[in-house]
């Protein structure tokens, strides 16, 4: 088929197909931006955590009143947990995954050090963190139970060794020495030797602005005691709802005088972490769907009416013997045409758009793929809408040319 | 005349169904998206005490001096002040009305009842923060300032805890056992819900969720040793609570309250020359660096606006744009297939002026159907939000009046405007060639 015919037809009808390009051109750009975003915040919020998930919970526990054993009180709470049968292990703290609130630090690797090395979060625990989590340990050791030191309020922390994340561990020694090196944490002058390093464990922000941050973790040996303060519990496999029944009802037994705030099963604090993520995407996900219907009755009207406008036209053309097929493909390579304008002018849109959101909000560079894959999808959008109205116009009528208008 | 176009539209919009349709749910579905993010856009960005809004100031000041800081801000400054300086700021009374703040958790054990021991939050302020931020008592009244200076067992409480523990009665004078201590009720706040809460500056879902239950006296909080639940950053280790207020450690907000443009001078002066002083008794080993912002200053530098609902935003009027684009598209197409109908008018003597008016109109009446169609899509809309979105954001989905008026007006001109290039080619119409073509 000649292009000549078409291109002429086109500039007589210059107006409608410049809607359409810019429709499609603008669906384009939308369509790759939000696709890149929702895969993006789906890809967050399906981050590991580096736990044994199904089968912790958190219980955020505060003592009522002043409360002068807060060490004792806390070792009573741990020792009545892991009494239970259905209880595997348990330790206490002050922060966890996906709780999004927690202490962040600057880790140095020399003293006096003007800039930190990397951020983190710190984490105590004593050495049942590490069974309790399901934590994975690629190098050194975990605590000893002579490691491990009271956390209150009031107490100025000291202790022998830490345990961080391999990913904070690369960050702070990129030639894998991290082991056995100090690093310093709360104290500029004070080192703190690595004794194990983790396979992953997650700092408790999910935020994607945070995103940095996410495998940065320091663990001290500490069992954190204080007037709020929260336990980790794992439960034996598959008894995670009556663990979390009986780890309340033997708390208020073990002393009354508390409050427990939340007990939340890490279901649960997946789902309330990512709630305004998830619903995002399902947001985006509508409007997409909503641009891309829109834009095909755009162009099926917009293509029915010049098929109506055209019908004397072709109704000649299949009169002079061109077939259905003929009039099919006319109408698709003039769609093809002002498609192919489109994805160009809506990836540059897309690029721009995305680089523009770059500067202004936390977002990443948007890979090639979406954009040429937002390109296809454009051409296909046009190809399918274009379909009806071209078989319309297939059906007309070799006769209606000598018929008069 | 206009009665007659309304007339000559509607059997004209009548004639081809199909097409009116297409172009009704273009600018419905548009407008609907759009009306459903700038809906809960407006209300982020809202001005949560327009009356006040210019009158009252956050104070800032740096006292960590230029190097690193773990969340690096665009001035070089904290949004939260060391104990040391809110105290130092209230004692100078240098504003008409001042307050430092924090909220702090506490366990509240009901008297005599089966409810069990709960905890509430509490805001620890001082007795001002009821007169400047305007809020509205239902029984009793703030403490007295006396109560500030006396540390007093004290506690204002709000409607919703007033209901939950008396049942909504008239509670002053009555005692509650927070943290085994006796405060005593002098006051029950009426329903009072700033949003976006401008003075709650810890943390990024404070600014819309759940407001505190109850406030006592700062100085209160301080001496029971209350910590704060919004986070505290510190540049150095610290240990007990007396380490903590002796620190530079940041973690208290304070505002001030200034008339007028007088008043506003003095105090940045005055805060010049705090910060000034405290470099020449050694605690600062910089430059004065201080900063005031009124409330919608401080919306803007604290970034209220999510980037979600900016991205939704940008999102669904792109959105509208292609829906417009569409629309025009289809009159367009209409109005070049009406070309004979155009002739005749024109050749029974109706001039362009009055064609382009009666298209115009034509497209205002599709643009008025878009827009109540978009009304209730907006409605649909935002109920979908409020079901993926977290609580916190569930009270930004609710429109006034105010979003109505927009979203049918917006209809109505983005429509007009995108017709006006179709109307325009109509009034091109030559009536020669359109009657001769027949």
Sequence with gaps: ?405 | MFSHYLLLALRSLKRNVLLTALMIAAIGVGIGASMTTLTVFRAMGADPIPQKSAELYAVQIDNWGPGKRAHPSSDNLESMLSYIDAVGLVNARAAQRQTAMYVTGMALTPAGSQLKPFMVRARATYTDFFPMFDVPFRYGSAWPAADDAAHADVVVITRKLNNKLFGGIDSVGKTLNLDDRAYRIVGVLDSWNLLPRFYDIQGRGAKFSEGEDLYVPFTRAIDGAMRGLGGMRCKEEVSGWEGILRSECIWTAFWVELPDAAAVDRYRRFLSGYASEQRRSGRFHWPAHTQLRDVRQWLAYQHVVSDEVRILVLVSFSFLFVCLMNAAGLMLAKIVGRAAEIGVRRALGANRGAIFVQCLIEAGVIGLAGGLAGLALTALGLAGLRSVLSESMVDLTRTDLLDVVIAVVLAIVATVLAGLYPTWRATQVQPAWALKSQ
């Design chain 1, 1 to 405: 088929m000649q292009l000549h015919p078409i291109l002429t037809a086109l500039r007589r009808n210059k107006v409608g197909a410049i809607v359409i390009c810019v429709q499609m051109a603008i669906t384009l750009a939308i369509l790759c931006n939000a696709l890149f975003i929702i895969e993006q915040r789906l890809a967050s919020s399906a981050r590991p955590t580096g736990t044994v998930e199904a089968e912790l919970f958190a219980i955020d526990n505060e003592w009522v009143g002043a409360a002068t054993d807060l060490p004792a009180r806390a070792r009573a709470d741990i020792a009545a947990l892991r009494s239970l049968p259905d209880v595997a292990d348990a330790y206490s703290t002050a922060s966890y995954p996906l709780e999004n609130g927690g202490w962040l630090q600057g880790v140095a690797i020399k003293p006096n050090q003007d800039d930190e090395t990397a951020q983190a979060t710190t984490y105590f625990g004593d050495e049942h963190m590490l069974p309790t989590l399901g934590l994975k340990l690629v190098a050194g050791r975990n605590f000893n139970a002579v490691d491990i030191g009271e956390h209150t309020s009031n107490e100025a922390p000291v202790y022998p060794g830490i345990i961080v994340t391999r990913a904070l561990a690369d960050k702070l020694f990129p030639d894998g020495s991290a082991l056995g090196r100090s690093v310093y944490i709360e104290s500029p002058d004070r080192g703190m030797p690595i004794v194990g390093i983790v396979d992953r464990l997650a700092a408790p922000w999910t935020r994607i602005e945070a995103a940095d941050v996410y495998e940065n973790s320091v663990i001290e040996p500490f069992r954190y005691a204080d007037k709020a303060g929260s336990y980790m519990v794992r439960a034996k496999p598959h008894r995670l709802a009556a663990a979390m029944q009986a780890a309340q009802v033997k708390l208020d037994e073990v002393n009354g005088a508390r409050v427990l705030s939340k007990v939340r099963s890490f279901a649960q604090l997946r789902a309330t972490a990512y709630r305004d993520d998830r619903g995002l995407a399902i947001i985006l996900g509508v409007v997409c769907a909503a641009l891309v219907a829109v834009t095909a009755f755009g162009i099926v009207g917009l293509t029915s009416y010049w098929v109506a406008q055209r019908r004397r036209q072709i109704g000649i053309r299949r009169a002079l013997g061109a077939t259905r097929s003929a009039i099919v493909r006319y109408f698709q390579i003039e769609n093809l045409l002002i498609a192919g304008v489109s994805a160009g002018l809506g990836a540059g849109l897309a690029v721009s758009i995305n680089l523009w959101m770059v500067q202004g909000f936390a977002m990443t560079r948007l890979s090639p793929g979406y954009v040429l894959a937002g390109a296809v999808l454009v051409l296909l959008l046009g190809q399918v809408s274009v379909l009806w109205p071209a078989l319309r116009a297939a059906s007309i009528a070799p006769a209606l040319a000598t018929r008069g208008a």
